[in-house]
């Protein structure tokens, strides 16, 4: 009996003890685009065709110079990259800008693995632990996941759906300000709203800014993607030069998403300074990678435009085929290849769950993106979803067809 109540006692102590991971690790979300895939893939498993509406992976091959960079590369040794990025790939990088009428220097600009880890940077550059963000809501879900590696609150300010995600006032934004908030982060054009905000929103932004003295982050990975109207860069407001930093990714206006090719550039030496030594921490961006960009940024527009016109083709099939489904609440991207759409259900979770795990017509399926996830505000985007346009027309008009017919089931059975 002792001997009993011993080994008891012990394994209580072990179960006291044991070391538990960080409050950062248990708080970090799991990702809406993603979490659903698994049972995507048991249901193709099945012959059921999915139509993945949820992920912005462009289903267009990759340009060619690429590959072809790569293969003509003479190298001896894969050596370490400088931490800023390599000597032409920062060359290219500044060309690419020029082609926009931004012009920076090559030392104002770091080279980052993808668009992902020059927002890191950035939110490390200018918040302490605790310091805040403000975000508008719905936004990149994984500035949710940034936001807990950097130890950084986003301080967010929900948008609205029935006027296509467009900035609010200036007062309603100023309320949101603390005395811990650092500085401005938006999308433009935005994922997951494919909303751009216009000049005049921008200088809203810029004059906050200038007036509260935060720093304004511009995340512009989507730069090329406008359709209806041009887009204003951070960097298109001298008045601010001291406290804008630009965000920046080869991924999606090249379809290079696997390269993880991203770039941070700012005119303000001391935030530079300080991503190029979060960057000596992490040593250097992939050596073979940078090189295989360089053609491309050098001549960007020859590479995007085709991509572009494309997206374009393929936002108006998402507009029209929405028009055809009852009760839908939607607005007309101006950008991106993203829409959120406001669902005649309830709840987008568990309509999504149903979707994907059990309704099929014609023996295919969608998969999306519930919004929730995109939300920082609990209970916001309960009834929208995201909704990807990456597929080609035929593909798109067949989901949109099968998502009318899984409406009108779904509300007879719930």
Known sequence: MTTLTQETTDTANKIMTAPQISARAKSTQDSPIRKLSATAEARKQKGIKVYHLNIGQPDLPTPPIVFETIRDLKMSTLAYAPSNGLPQALQAWKIYYDGFGLSLDEKEIIVTAGGSEAIVFAMCAICDYGDDVIVFEPFYTNYNGFASIANVKLNPISLHIENGFHLPSSEEIEKHITSRTRG????????????????????????????????????EVYREFAYDTPVSSVLDFPEIADRSILLDSTSKRFNVCGARIGALASHNKDIVQSAFRFGMARLSVASIEQLALVPMLKSAKMYTQPFVEEFRRRRDIVYDGLKTIPGMTFYKPEGAFYIVIGLPVKDAEHFSKWLIEEFEYEGQTVLLAPAPGFYATRGAGVNEARLAFMLNGDDLRRALIALRVAFEVYRKRF
């Open 184 to 219: 401005i982060l938006i999308c433009n054009p935005s994922n997951p709203t494919g909303t751009i905000y216009s000049r005049e929103e921008l200088q809203r932004l810029v004059d906050i800014a200038k007036r509260r003295n935060l720093f304004l982050l511009s995340d």
